[in-house]
């Protein structure tokens, strides 16, 4: 997709808080082209950046799907994370979704599924936390993950997280194996498991960053997207 298939969620913070963008200065995922799209807090303001995408169909999506890329994090010890967020309830960083990314408040940091805010973060442990990766993940080292979200027929939603090996498969022929410590997770139509409803009724992919110290970093590429029919 193209820079104009992209579109900045509301509520994200200024250019001069976070400076983002397509650059070539920095090392993609194994198999990536010669441009990445990175983050940086120029500022020492909490908040979040995201991009979904704007195509008819997906903004907003009529149910589910997945959303995979490549993530990383640079740049002090934790208080950042870049994810993936998917049945995102409206396109600004205050609404929930699902998201899986790094847990931004520790240094390895674990792969985190929650139920949430983009501008909430992914914080390592907590009530909406609803899986954690068994392995840590160092800054400065690319992860390829995958997100889907199923809606069932009766109004469950199945999450399922999925992770390509970066050192044997490239970004462009990925091959997705399950995350130690994150198997499916059952978003239950009765509201009992997360203690809320599922998010069932569609709704915005993203990708997106959050930081609250200057001069953390993160980069993403290779996102793909794909709905549910």
Same mark, same amino acid.
Do not use: C
């Given at each position: 997709m193209a820079e104009a298939n992209w579109t900045e969620l509301s509520g994200s913070l200024a250019a001069s808080v976070v400076s983002r963008?397509?650059?070539?200065?920095f090392t993609p995922p194994s198999g990536g082209g010669s441009y990445v799209f990175g983050f940086h807090a120029l500022q020492a303001t909490a908040g979040a950046v995201g991009l979904y995408p704007n195509q008819t169909n997906f903004a907003p999506a009529a149910k589910g799907g997945s959303i995979r890329g490549a993530l990383q994090r640079a740049g002090g010890d934790a208080l950042c994370t870049a994810m993936l967020a998917a049945a995102l309830e409206s396109s600004g960083v205050t609404a929930n979704a699902y998201l899986l990314?790094?847990?931004?408040?520790?240094?390895?940091?674990?792969?985190?599924?929650?139920?949430?805010?983009?501008?909430?973060?992914?914080?390592?442990?907590?009530?909406?936390?609803?899986?954690?990766?068994?392995?840590? *993940?160092t800054k400065g080292s690319w992860v390829h993950v995958r997100l889907d979200v199923i809606v069932q027929p009766h109004g469950d939603v199945l999450l399922q997280v999925f992770?390509?090996?970066?050192?044997? *498969?490239?970004?462009?022929?990925?091959?997705?194996?399950?995350?130690?410590?994150?198997?499916?997770?059952?978003?239950?139509?009765?509201?009992?498991?997360?203690?809320?409803?599922?998010?069932?009724?569609g709704g915005y992919f993203a990708f997106a960053w959050k930081s609250s110290q200057v001069g953390r970093r993160g980069f993403v590429d290779q996102v793909e997207v794909a709905r549910q029919i």
């Open positions: 963008g397509v650059s070539h200065g990314g790094f847990a931004d408040d520790e240094e390895p940091g674990h792969l985190i599924l929650r139920k949430g805010t983009i501008a909430g973060g992914l914080p390592e442990a907590g009530a909406d936390v609803l899986r954690k990766s068994t392995a840590t *993940h992770q390509n090996d970066l050192t044997v *498969h490239p970004v462009t022929s990925p091959v997705w194996t399950a995350i130690d410590g994150m198997a499916e997770y059952v978003d239950d139509v009765l509201g009992i498991n997360t203690g809320s409803i599922p998010l069932n009724g």
